[in-house]
């Protein structure tokens, strides 16, 4: 199992930045995919998910309505849209696979299971 976060960058704030997550190793609409992120000196925390098959998905409120979550399950590949960023997104944004128990929309985060190893990240900054 493997995922390798691309995409992010420096950008100012109010800027654009699209990120990709490319999956291997396991069969990929089996699996919810989900975005996290890891400022400095906080815990790593819940950004956004999407269903393997079909459109169930959630976000942490910080992200409604500025970031979007897809997939692309022929290409393995999962999206995450970020606009409007401001200063508090800059973090080191991480995908992964998850299952839940139920619909992603309906399943808390910390009721995510089956997690693969974490990939190395993707750094957003945002700064003036």
């Known amino acids: 199992v493997q995922f390798v976060e691309s995409g992010g960058g420096t950008v100012q704030p109010g800027g654009s930045l699209r990120l990709s997550c490319a999956a291997s190793?396991?069969?990929?609409?089996?699996?919810?995919m989900a975005w996290y992120r890891q400022a400095p000196g906080k815990e790593r925390e819940f950004v956004a998910a999407?269903?393997?098959?079909?459109?169930?998905?959630a976000y942490a409120s910080f992200a409604k309505g500025r970031f979007t979550i897809s997939r692309d399950n022929p290409k393995t590949t999962a999206y995450l849209q970020m606009n409007n960023l401001t200063p508090e997104d800059t973090a080191i944004y991480y995908c992964?696979?998850?299952?839940?128990?139920?619909?992603?929309?309906?399943?808390?985060?910390?009721?995510?299971?089956?997690?693969?190893?974490w990939g190395q990240g993707t750094q957003v900054t945002v700064r003036s």
């Open positions: 190793g396991f069969m990929f609409t089996a699996y919810a």
């Open positions: 992964n696979r998850v299952t839940a128990s139920g619909p992603i929309a309906m399943t808390p985060p910390s009721g995510f299971q089956d997690y693969g190893s």
């Open positions: 999407n269903s393997g098959i079909g459109d169930s998905t």
